[in-house]
């Protein structure tokens, strides 16, 4: 085995083994990611009227929510802890 082939395996074995390493590093974005405290509310509930409502993350923070009649609304966080819904405006703007 020449000395050569040994060093080429053993530079690519190594690379090989440091790139899922590489991978996991956070990058720039990492506080560009949506609040927690709102994106774990995201999906679509069922209702206790057997009605259906869609919750996802406002562009803003908090949630914004939309029926399948179009009714939309925001939901924001209080100092409770507690969620807080208004409805949108007449033109479809969230308050």
Known sequence: MSRTWFLNALTF???VAAF???AQVPGEDVNARPDPTA???VGVYRLGDGSWVDVAPAV???LRWRRPDGTMGRMTLNAEGLWFS???TSNGHLR
């Open 39 to 41: 994106t774990c509310h």
């Open 86 to 88: 208004t409805l949108a």
């Open 60 to 62: 803003n923070k908090g």
């Open 13 to 15: 074995a190594l690379s």
């Open 20 to 22: 899922p390493a590489m």
